[in-house]
């Protein structure tokens, strides 16, 4: 039986991808409060601005393509199970090959309805004020914000329970409740944690690999054999 691997990855994984990390040293998120962009009551105080911002996110997504670090990841499926649990809302983990991915804070390219979490679409151009759901309520990125519960947190919870290896990757880890996810493993796991600036952490089980994803996740590979 293979190895099963959880890859928990965060911005840092897409960022030389081109995706911008969206919040910058200043808190702002593209020159825009987090709360504004992010959150229920900035979507219910101007919906167009939030609609325009993903919008925006959406489009750089048709110009950006997966790096070697997300199919470094995908190849790793010919020896181990590997599970990746992603902060991100991009799709480049499934464009590079990955077969079971589960997004923490939603999906750029789905849209669901104002009126019923459940109804939820693939949806890959803007999306306008005045676009309804079949039964008359405003469509809304399907993205997780700022307020909002994590509804596939307990899921996740699951996949770190059963991992037998956890590899962390390109994420600060203060975003809660994801930061709290490698608290859940078995504590014999091994976990491999890769950032450039990684943040400190309170295991001594884990190998830090201070380097970039796409560099990181070669030196991972290696480790691995």
């Known amino acids: 039986m293979k190895k099963h691997i959880v890859v928990l990855t965060g911005a840092g ?7 911008k990390t969206f919040r910058d040293h ?3 998120w593209e020159g825009h409060d987090v ?3 992010a959150s229920p009551e900035g979507f219910r ?4 601005l939030v609609l325009d911002f993903y919008n925006q996110r959406r489009r ?3 110009d950006v393509k997966p790096n070697e670090a997300h199919k470094d990841i995908a190849y790793l499926e010919q020896d181990f199970k590997v599970t990746v649990i992603t902060q991100n809302v991009d799709d480049l983990h499934e464009r590079a090959g990955s077969t079971d991915v589960l997004h923490l804070h939603g999906e750029l390219r789905k ?3 104002t009126g019923n979490y459940n ?8 999306i306008n004020l005045g676009d309804l759901c079949e039964k008359g309520y405003q469509l809304r990125p399907h993205i997780v914000w700022f307020g909002e519960d994590v509804p596939e947190i307990e899921t996740a919870v699951k996949i770190c329970y059963a991992a037998d290896i956890l590899v962390i990757i390109g994420t600060s880890m203060q975003v809660y409740p994801a930061a709290s996810l490698m608290d859940y493993v078995q504590p014999d796991t091994p976990i491999f944690y890769i950032d450039p600036k990684p943040a400190s952490v309170n295991t001594t089980s884990v190998t830090v690999i201070s380097k ?3 560099e990181g996740v070669k030196d991972l590979i290696e480790l691995l054999k």
Not at 13 to 19: D, P, T
Request: hydrophobic share 35%.
């Open 35 to 37: 709360m504004k962009v």
């Open 111 to 113: 849209i669901r309805s």
């Open 60 to 62: 750089q997504l048709k």
């Open 212 to 214: 970039s994803a796409t």
């Open 45 to 48: 105080q101007n919906p167009e």
């Open 26 to 28: 200043d808190g702002l």
């Open 13 to 19: 994984m897409s960022a030389e991808s081109g995706v």
């Open 119 to 126: 109804d939820i679409k693939v949806w890959t151009e803007d």
